[in-house]
């Protein structure tokens, strides 16, 4: 059901583009599809076709889909995120965070990602014996942990702009633990570059921001919004959870199972006019920015409370990560067909069939494979 695989890869196998070199030549993929489909099956799955067409009718196409249906197996022998996807922090990173991310605490297992975060002395990359600030200073760090983001280059690469953001998640809750999704521009430095927290969790309340830059460097200003866990039901934790993000030009609306958590309006998201801000008077949500995710499971730092208090191994679950996007994102000159060409079918952005006639699509972007190649085609009917 889930061949997913991007429209660059779906393009260059067609018709024989030049290849790049994979990222980890001994990783092999192996599918995890039956055992998706179970934990799907248990939570009311969607069919391809459903998650494809979600939002067809309010002018968005499927974008990005990750599933975690496949793995890569590594070389020794863990079963990971797609490397051509995903990459991962290392080290100590931000925020003052107890725990040293590693490539060691991701996996994929049942369909979905897994991030645990153990109660582990773990060897800092980042050390420098000379080194004076908190993140080299300390040879080992106390826990570990794991944090992925979306592999980018500036605009390119998987990142986005304005459009619906969906993520299915299990977090663990109390205190020490710091879960969340989160995206980052892909221009300017922080937090110029703006911030979407769609789901933080710490001190007994999910947290829903929207940050962009402020008067001082590396000091944002921050709409927020952080219901106390009381207000949610007793078993929270132990329930699959739909974090979304709605954005369009005008609002960032960011949700919890269709509650929605936090609006901002972005006519308030400048960029303010300082003398020595290159990134004065703009704003970071609207034109061409694009925004890439980060799924991670903090610990402690300054937020997250003592991670002493936590218990081991705390896994992070998350099932899936779907991006929507309006139907003219990416729109390109479609060449005329020719009374030679021959339809072979339509496929989504991820390389899923939909169907050989184009009559039964609805609106949005396709790549259509024929006897005479490949190109990407628009339905706005």
């Avoid at 007793?234 to 030009?249: G, I, L, Y």
């Avoid at 002493?308 to 060449?335: F, H, I, L, S, T």
Wanted: with cysteine.
């Amino acid at each position: 059901l889930f061949p997913y695989t991007t429209l660059f890869r779906l393009l260059k196998r067609i018709i024989n583009l030049s290849d790049t070199k994979r990222m980890t030549s001994s990783i092999k993929r192996v599918s995890l599809l039956a055992a998706s489909a179970a934990v799907l099956a248990v939570a009311g799955a969607e069919t391809a076709e459903e998650i494809a067409k979600k939002y067809a009718d309010r002018g968005f196409y499927l974008a990005f889909q990750e599933e975690f249906s496949e793995g890569f197996v590594r070389e020794d022998g863990k079963v990971v995120p797609n490397p051509d996807v995903w990459c991962y922090e290392e080290g100590m990173v931000r925020n003052h965070e107890d725990q040293c991310y590693t490539k060691d605490n991701a996996i994929v297992e049942d369909g979905c990602l897994v991030i645990e975060a153990r109660n582990e002395q773990t060897k800092n990359p980042r050390y420098n014996k000379y080194g004076s600030n908190w993140y080299n200073k300390k040879r080992y760090a106390d826990y570990s942990s794991a944090s992925i983001q979306t592999i980018h280059n500036g605009n390119e690469g998987y990142c986005w702009g304005p459009g619906i953001y969906e993520v299915r998640a299990k977090i663990p809750v109390g205190e020490g633990y710091w879960p969340a999704i989160w995206t980052l521009g892909t221009k300017y430095e922080w937090p110029y570059n703006g911030e979407i927290d769609i789901m933080e969790y710490y001190r007994d309340a999910i947290h829903a921001n929207v940050a962009w830059g402020g008067w001082n460097r590396w000091q944002a200003v921050w709409n927020s919004r952080a219901p106390r866990m009381s207000e949610f039901e007793d078993d929270f934790a132990d329930k699959f959870h739909v974090w979304k993000m709605v954005w369009d030009e005008d609002y960032i609306r960011l949700y919890l199972d269709d509650r929605c958590l936090n609006e901002t309006n972005l006519d308030r998201t400048v960029n303010p006019r300082t003398d020595w801000n290159q990134y004065d008077n703009v704003n970071p949500y609207r034109g061409d920015h694009k925004q890439y995710i980060l799924l991670n499971l903090a610990l402690g730092g300054d937020n997250g409370g003592d991670p002493a208090k936590a218990a081991y191994p705390a896994r992070y679950y998350v099932d899936y990560v779907r991006v929507y996007q309006p139907d003219n994102a990416g729109v390109e000159d479609v060449a005329a067909t020719s009374p030679q060409e021959h339809v072979e079918g339509y496929y989504n952005l991820q390389g899923m069939y939909m169907g050989n006639d184009a009559d039964t699509l609805a609106n949005g972007l396709y790549v259509v494979k024929t006897n005479l190649g490949a190109r990407k085609m628009a339905f706005n009917r």
